[in-house]
């Protein structure tokens, strides 16, 4: 059985930091897989954040994230990472890693394509 689970969420000023993790257990992530982060703001849309491509670590980022969010892979532990700094607002949602067998990390993040498996979210809530 293929499970995601994502930590790390929590409570964050504007201006800070939060590291998400997401472990996959029941799957092993290899040259044919892309997994990504999204989110889902209440009232609002579930868009890709960032997804990268578990064989060349190539990536994909939304515009509202460039530059602030890094995403990261650790092969070994069959981990994924999200590292947000200069938390804004606006980047309060529940986040979601998910992975599909798919190498296009914009077909992934941007068009939703291949989302085989998802995480059940963790919550990121930036506020003063």
């Known amino acids: 059985q293929v499970q995601l689970v994502e930590s790390g969420g929590g409570l964050a000023q504007p201006g800070g930091s939060l590291r998400l993790s997401c472990v996959a257990s029941?799957?092993?992530?290899?040259?044919?897989?892309?997994i990504g982060w999204f989110r889902q703001a209440p009232g609002k849309e579930r868009e890709g954040v960032s997804c990268?491509?578990?064989?060349?670590?190539?990536?994909y980022y939304a515009d509202s994230v460039k530059g602030r969010f890094t995403i990261s892979r650790d092969n070994a532990k069959n981990t994924v990472y999200l590292q947000m700094n200069s938390l804004k607002p606006e980047d309060t949602a529940v986040y979601y890693c998910?992975?599909?067998?798919?190498?296009?990390?914009?077909?992934?993040?941007?068009?939703?394509?291949?989302?085989?498996?998802w995480g059940k979210g963790t919550l990121v809530a930036v506020s003063i």
């Open positions: 029941g799957i092993t992530l290899d040259i044919y897989h892309t």
């Open positions: 998910a992975t599909g067998g798919i190498t296009n990390v914009q077909a992934m993040c941007l068009w939703r394509h291949g989302l085989d498996y």
């Open positions: 990268i491509n578990y064989n060349d670590g190539s990536a």
